[in-house]
């Protein structure tokens, strides 16, 4: 019988464990580039079977809240590498959750105030804006010229 710490074959990818730790959004990377601080995060966590990040914005476009990473400019790239680095040299395995949050986007968390890319449809919720923003209501969206 196997236990839940017993090593695991995920298709290919041999797990020490079959603990997987389930992403969390942190919102702790000002310019959506991951700080030094998210290295020592996810080292400290290597010990999982295999870590799953937060979710990391494939462009500027996929960006849906305050200081959370991208993973679609040069310096996010390194930010990332520096945690997959700090994973590895735990014996950690770890893959990176990438999103495109679509309707819960706000104006003003894209580039130049522009409509998210999502379909006009109205998002009853409010969003984190960060530091003096506090939350504010999400934009009614017309819809888009043909």
Known sequence: MTTLFDPFDLSGLALANRVVMAPLTRSR???AVPPTMAATYYA???DAGLIVTEGAAISPQGQGHANVPG???EEARAGWRAVADAVHARGGKIVVQLWHVGRI???ELQP???RPVAPAVGARATM???G???YIDYPALEKAAP
């Open 112 to 114: 130049g105030g522009a």
């Open 71 to 73: 993973l679609y400019t």
């Open 44 to 46: 400290q966590r290597a």
């Open 128 to 130: 984190y804006g960060g």
């Open 29 to 31: 990377s000002p310019g």
């Open 132 to 134: 003096a923003h506090g």
């Open 105 to 107: 986007s706000h104006t």
